[in-house]
């Protein structure tokens, strides 16, 4: 039976074409949202390996078993690493867990082999990216993980201060703190607004993990304002398929052409699993989006985006395709060229320079990928209608919308 707090939240859904069970199912889940119960950690569920992440140390950072819901949680994700030594060091923030190493590539590399399990603050874990450009929708990020395991050489995330003195993977236990905090912002706001996850993270690669998926998917899909756009490389979207998420989440993949992702992208998902992981998606009537930042001028690069472009639009109705270059500081440059030389693709193309409240930028010569993008655009308007917009700043983005269901809105309510 419905109450009379969740009537009004069930008339809503249905209206938004949900089934009976889901709309009822969701309504009552607001409602205790509301009224102060909050939303749990995921439980009754089994942890699994993620993909591509090894492990080799658990950390037990502050917060991580403060309470017995939270060391339920974490102990069910130890016992998925048997054999692999936990160290509880209760009295010391994730962010000041030591990994070892003289040298910052050797650190960030073992770091990609440690899990810190503890809590980030809620001030920290949601803020202010800005207000929407002409290219990103969303004015708000958020943070339930830090750092990720996949091994990419033009990745920021290594200079990012707090990664750089602990170069660890993280997983933030306090989510029913976080998710609060989202809600908090998005009903101060009083209009719908987005909610990024994959700034400081990929945002779905911990998932078999975490199962964090469970819990937010279905709390934005019943609120009222806050929406969730995800960025990953992930091909693990298992737990997705049968969430209700009522096109309030979209999911947007990171996608390089095979034969530069082999050379850049190693120990991330193959780019034909992540394209199945896009199709999976799709079909479950998520919103989703492909990104082509950076754009490597590595060989045949263009000749290579464009046939990687046509695969994608082939195979998936895409939202919207986001294409730019590279936009780097001096410490993200270094690790690159640690990994990759001084005269790798990317470091050779950084040209302009600007300064920047988190220090100087490197970025590709403006004018380096308007060819591509012409050509890309022109390809995108065979398969549906779309509407491009270009933002000059950084060497160039560009972002094509498309027409579906006769919106070009990336949420469709």
Not at 43 to 55: I, L, Q, T
Not at 265 to 273: D, Q, S
């Amino acid at each position: 039976m419905l109450d009379k707090y969740s009537a009004p939240l069930y008339n809503g859904f249905k209206r938004s074409n949900l089934s009976e069970g889901s709309a009822m199912s969701l309504a009552r889940q607001l409602v205790l949202f509301e009224n102060g119960a909050g939303m749990p950690l995921p439980s009754g569920y089994g942890p699994r390996r993620p993909g591509r992440f090894e492990v080799a140390r658990i950390v037990l950072a502050k917060g991580s078993l403060d309470t017995p819901e939270r060391e339920r949680f974490v102990r069910g994700i130890c016992e998925v690493y048997t054999g692999v030594p936990v160290v509880e060091r209760l009295a010391v923030a994730h962010n000041r867990i030591e990994v070892p190493g003289s040298e910052s590539v050797e650190r960030i590399k073992r770091g990609k082999r440690t899990l810190v399990v503890g809590e980030l603050s809620p001030k920290n874990a949601v803020w202010r990216y800005g207000p929407r450009s002409t290219v990103y929708d969303h004015e708000w990020c958020f943070s339930v993980y830090g750092f990720c395991p996949y091994n990419c050489a033009y990745c920021y995330l290594g200079a990012v201060p707090g990664i750089w003195y602990s170069p660890a993977v993280r997983i933030y236990v306090n989510l029913p703190e976080i998710v609060s905090a989202i809600d908090r912002q998005a009903t101060a706001v009083g209009r719908p607004v987005t909610f990024y996850l994959g700034t400081l993270q990929d945002g779905l690669a911990l998932d078999p993990l975490t199962a964090y998926s469970t819990v937010l998917i279905p709390f934005f899909a019943g609120h009222r304002y806050a929406r969730c756009f995800i960025q990953t490389k992930s091909a693990d979207v298992r737990r997705l398929l049968d969430l209700e998420h009522n096109g309030h989440t979209v999911v947007s993949w990171t996608l390089s052409p095979r034969e530069i992702a082999e050379r850049f992208e190693t120990n991330a998902p193959r780019v034909g699993a992540r394209l199945a992981a896009m199709e999976a998606c799709a079909a479950a009537g998520y919103p989703v989006c492909a990104n082509f930042i950076p754009v490597v001028p590595c060989g045949d690069w263009e000749a290579q985006y464009l046939e990687l472009a046509r695969e994608v639009l082939d195979r998936v109705p895409l939202r919207r395709l986001a294409l730019g270059g590279a936009c780097m500081k001096h410490r993200a440059i270094e690790l690159l060229e640690a990994r990759k030389g001084k005269d790798n693709a990317i470091s050779s193309h950084l040209a302009g320079r600007a300064s920047s409240r988190e220090g100087e930028q490197a970025f590709y010569s403006p004018g380096l990928c308007d060819r591509l993008f012409r050509q890309i655009a022109e390809l995108a308007e065979r398969f549906a209608p779309c509407r491009a917009v270009f933002d000059a700043g950084h060497g160039g983005t560009l972002a094509l919308s498309f027409r579906r269901n006769d919106s070009y809105a990336l949420f469709p309510n």
